[in-house]
Nanobody, 128 residues
Framework: QVQLVESGGGLVQAGGSLRLSCAAS????????MGWFRQAPGKERQFVAR???????????YYADSVKGRFTISRDNAKNTVYLEMNSLQPEDTDVYYC??????????????????WGQGTQVTVSS
C-alpha cells in the first residue's frame, strides 16, 4: 500500500506561483514513478506531469503541453516527497490537483489507469 497526501494548494492571482507537495508513505518511494493530474468539476482527470527516477538514468520528466515551461515536477527521495512548482498561473489552471503513484511502468504514462494510488487532492484557484 502507498499513502499519498497533497498540500500547498490555495488561492493565487493570475501570474502568481504555488508549489504543491505530495508526501508518500508505505513503500520504497524511489522505486516508482509519480505523477500530477488535475480535474475540474464535471470533467475528466487530466495529466499534468510525471517523474520517474532511476540510479542509471536519473530523473525522466514528462509534461502536458499546456503546462510545459511553466510547471516543474521534482522529487526528493530522501523525504519521500514529490513537488509541483507552478509559475505564471492562469485562471484556466484552476482545478483540484492530485498526485498519483505508478508502481508498474517506466516511460511516458499519461493515463489515469496507469497509476495505482492517489492522493485526496488539493484545490488550486487562480483569480483573474
Amino acid at each position: 500500500q502507498v499513502q499519498l497526501v497533497e498540500s500547498g494548494g490555495g488561492l493565487v492571482q493570475a501570474g502568481g506561483s504555488l508549489r504543491l507537495s505530495c508526501a508518500a508513505s508505505g513503500r520504497t518511494f524511489s522505486a516508482y514513478a509519480m505523477g500530477w493530474f488535475r480535474q475540474a468539476p464535471g470533467k475528466e482527470r487530466q495529466f499534468v506531469a510525471r517523474i520517474h527516477w532511476s540510479r542509471w538514468s536519473g530523473a525522466k520528466l514528462y509534461y502536458a503541453d499546456s503546462v510545459k515551461g511553466r510547471f516543474t515536477i521534482s522529487r526528493d527521495n530522501a523525504k519521500n516527497t514529490v513537488y509541483l512548482e507552478m509559475n505564471s498561473l492562469q485562471p484556466e489552471d484552476t482545478d483540484v490537483y492530485y498526485c498519483a503513484a505508478d508502481l508498474r511502468y517506466v516511460g511516458d504514462q499519461r493515463n489515469v489507469n496507469d497509476y495505482e494510488y492517489w492522493g485526496q487532492g488539493t484545490q488550486v484557484t487562480v483569480s483573474s
